[in-house]
């Protein structure tokens, strides 16, 4: 049996997953697309899978909310691009980043291709992330929109 636990905004230390699997067919039914008829197992361990993808590809604004909890949100000290504290809380953007990511596993490809095609690019402090080969694949690169107010940014003199 697939282990799947939804962070709830209380910190648990066995969450799998940003998003529950009603959450994760609302969102792409408001889209105008359909998931419903895969097997329940198989939506939680994609929701698994990009829930880990979001949490080891950037390095986050602020820090995790305990020493104890599973995933990196909630955060503490977190505020958005219109000023909103996103603090002990994980954030909609962050969700809806965890169901374009699961959305392209349920489709038949892998994030780990995705990653491949995610470059960093360093000279000194400064450091680049951005898609190679032209341009990230559609719901990927929308994932990493929506995960941009939350990306730390390097800061130079403070």
């Given at each position: 049996?697939?282990?799947f ?40 361990a ?34 958005d691009?219109?000023?909103f504290?996103?603090?002990g809380v ?15 596993e349920?489709?038949?490809?892998t994030l ?28 990927i ?14 800061r130079?003199?403070?």
């Amino acid at each position: 049996m697939i282990e799947f636990v939804v962070e709830d905004g209380t910190y648990k230390s066995d969450a799998t997953s940003y998003v529950s699997v009603a959450e994760f067919l609302q969102y792409w039914e408001n889209r105008g697309k359909f998931y419903s008829d895969q097997p329940v197992a198989t939506i939680q361990a994609k929701l698994n899978i990009a829930t880990q993808y979001i949490d080891n590809l950037h390095v986050y604004e602020g820090q995790k909310s305990t020493t104890t909890q599973a995933l990196q949100f909630p955060r503490a000290e977190v505020i958005d691009r219109n000023g909103f504290d996103e603090s002990g809380v994980v954030p909609t953007a962050v969700k809806w980043a965890t169901c374009e990511a699961a959305a392209y596993e349920v489709d038949g490809n892998t994030l780990e291709e995705a990653t491949e095609l995610i470059e960093s690019k360093s000279m000194g402090p400064v450091s680049v992330r951005f898609g190679s080969r032209g341009q990230l694949p559609p719901k990927i690169g929308k994932a990493e929109k929506y995960l941009g107010d939350f990306v730390a940014q390097m800061r130079v003199g403070r």
